[in-house]
């Protein structure tokens, strides 16, 4: 099984620090944030990695390499132009092939155990959610009996982590440029073919200083 690592993203709420250093190279207790991803995948037994990047990616690509040092392999696709995370992942199905494959957002800090997605996939998406943060109180989906459902006032909603499995053929009617992903997610919702999890550990999506403070934080209360 593959697996994906989002990393184009251009960080706008994280300058001065991602002017000259791409979003997943942002240290956090001294380690670029992308660093903790690659450790997990290969801690859960992930050999084969595929990166997307735009904003400053040669150096993501320069500072990784080709993954040995991390006991992985890893493969890129370029974006000339953002392609947002729908279109970034379509771009990059020629090098995941045609099994469903593991998606990690690159700018967030988790503790969840990769290695728990290695199993079949039953519908066309497999989603990661966790309790909503305060930044985002609203929350994204629901999830019922397994199912993960378009949030609705009468069931308690929850926030996407980032996490996920997906299978290409979520992708079958797209085409090449920039689209999102939660619409072809809610379309297959609709159609009960995205299950769920819920994850209580712990989870930080590192989109602004105070959050990358709080992982630095949470790193320092574990030695």
């Avoid at 997990?40 to 390499?65: C, M, P, R, S, T």
């Avoid at 800090?109 to 966790?130: I, Q, S």
């Avoid at 992708?171 to 379309?187: N, V």
């Amino acid at each position: 099984m593959k697996a994906m690592i989002l990393a184009a993203g251009k960080g706008e709420r994280m300058r001065p620090l991602t002017l000259h250093t791409p979003k997943p190279l942002v240290r956090v207790g001294g380690v670029p944030l992308i660093e903790y991803h690659l450790r997990a995948l290969h801690a859960a037994g992930f050999k084969e990695i595929v990166i997307n990047h735009a904003w400053l990616g040669q150096q993501i690509e320069d500072y990784l390499g080709d993954g040995s040092r991390y006991g992985l392999q890893i493969r890129y696709s370029a974006e000339g132009e953002p392609l947002e995370t729908g279109g970034g992942i379509f771009k990059a199905l020629p090098l995941l092939g045609e099994e469903p494959f593991v998606l990690v957002n690159g700018d967030i800090w988790t503790d969840y155990d990769l290695g728990a997605l290695r199993k079949p996939l039953a519908g066309l998406a497999h989603l990661v959610l966790v309790n909503n943060p305060q930044h985002h109180a609203v929350g994204d989906f629901s999830l019922v009996d397994g199912q993960v459902q378009d949030a609705r006032p009468a069931v308690p909603s929850m926030t996407y982590s980032g996490i996920a499995v997906l299978h290409p053929r979520l992708f079958a009617k797209c085409q090449a440029g920039a689209f999102k992903l939660a619409p072809l997610l809610r379309q297959a919702m609709g159609k009960g073919q995205v299950s769920g999890e819920h994850f209580a550990g712990h989870w930080v999506d590192v989109g602004t200083h105070e959050r990358l403070a709080e992982v630095e934080q949470l790193l320092a209360g574990r030695h």
